[in-house]
């Protein structure tokens, strides 16, 4: 399984940004799929799930309702809405995959085995 994430940029605070992944690779390998996030300085943290099959969907608490996680089957990719975006999103957001995480491992970064290379969101006026 491969990943490539793109769309990340400079916004300024209060705007939206859409963040692509692009999976390519055997489908049952990528059945659960995230994205995180590394602010500068600090760990990698939970942001976003989804189950590639069902779309059941969870959210870190710090963006449910602003964060939209989806994909799109035909284009094999992933996607992030972010929109009223904060100075403290600032990060590089990362996708990840697995062929299988149990509900209850799926914020934890030790449960995803593919990675994307990260692509960097600075909200900054």
């Known amino acids: 399984v491969q990943l490539q994430a793109s769309g990340g940029g400079l916004v300024q605070p209060g705007g939206s940004l859409t963040l692509s992944c692009e999976v390519s690779g055997r489908a049952d390998s990528r059945r659960d799929m995230a994205w995180f996030r590394q602010p500068p300085g600090m760990e990698r943290e939970f942001v976003a799930h989804i189950k590639w099959a069902s779309q059941n969907t969870a959210y870190a608490d710090s963006v449910k309702g602003r964060f939209t996680i989806s994909r799109d089957n035909a284009k094999n990719t992933m996607y992030l809405k972010m929109n009223g975006l904060k100075s403290e999103d600032t990060a590089v957001y990362y996708c990840?995959?697995?062929?299988?995480?149990?509900?209850?491992?799926?914020?934890?970064?030790?449960?995803?085995?593919?990675w994307g290379q990260g692509t960097l969101v600075t909200v900054s006026s």
């Open positions: 990840a995959a697995d062929p299988y995480v149990i509900t209850s491992q799926r914020r934890s970064v030790q449960a995803y085995i593919y």
